[in-house]
């Protein structure tokens, strides 16, 4: 059946919404209610359901850089407001990487994603490095937005966003709210791609974490944001 084939390809991680689009896109159609009937009922399919993320506590201000953004995470244009941040993923034997990311607020696609062993300013420039090189060329103000981490106020990634014209924006200390967009998107990567394996090698990992980004994350997952269609459709029309 369509509906069983489909939930194992995206690794039975998508909701009945997004599972309803998928089908759509292969001629099938089918009501929200007899989906969750087949898929609950009948073919006994469930879904990964997000955890609600824990309180945080507010920390002292400490302004380095202007919050340009606000909380206002809406982009007329492409490569006018992009947000970066750094998580850590696991291998199987307990060693820590970091992921840093830059994602493009017009559309949430992810323009830039590389994972290291150490979290450094250094990892910073290359992701920013990387997703200028991946852009064509910029017109008017890029508002690069982040947390106050040390990675974003060293000397040197200062001095390199100077160099490249890039300006800087930060969320008041404490504030992941501030960066909501990165939080989301980091919290898709680990509920719909790192979480569901035990990687044995690290090149397993990076591999894996790139494959979701620039391709289910960028190219064939729905997203509510975007009328659940894929990112790329929204870029391409832009």
Not at 89 to 111: A, E, P, T, W
Not at 212 to 223: E, L, S
Request: net charge positive.
């Amino acid at each position: 059946m369509a509906i069983d084939i489909i939930y194992h390809d995206p690794k039975g991680v998508d909701g009945y919404r997004s599972m309803r689009v998928y089908l759509e896109q292969k001629g099938y159609s089918y009501s929200l209610p007899t989906l969750h009937k087949y898929m609950n009922s009948e073919l006994g399919l469930k879904f990964i359901v997000r955890r609600k993320n824990p309180g945080y506590m507010h920390g002292k201000p400490h302004k380095v850089f202007e919050n340009k953004l606000k909380q206002n995470f809406h982009a007329d244009s492409i490569n006018q407001k992009w947000c970066t941040d750094f998580t850590y993923l696991f291998l199987k034997n307990g060693d820590i990487r970091y992921n840093c990311s830059i994602i493009d607020l017009y559309d949430r696609s992810v323009v830039a994603s590389i994972t290291d062993r150490r979290i450094t300013s250094g990892l910073a420039i290359l992701t920013l490095q990387k997703a200028l090189y991946s852009q064509p060329a910029i017109k008017g103000e890029l508002i690069l937005h982040s947390a106050q981490d040390s990675q974003y106020t060293s000397k040197a990634f200062i001095d390199y966003c100077e160099s490249v014209h890039v300006t800087q924006s930060m969320s008041k200390a404490g504030y992941p709210y501030d960066n909501a967009p990165m939080e989301r998107y980091f919290n898709t990567l680990k509920n719909e791609c790192t979480n569901l394996y035990e990687f044995k090698t690290e090149e397993a990992l990076y591999r894996t974490v790139e494959e979701f980004a620039y391709v289910t994350y960028n190219h064939v997952r729905p997203h509510s944001f975007n009328g659940y269609r894929p990112l790329c459709q929204a870029r391409t029309a832009a």
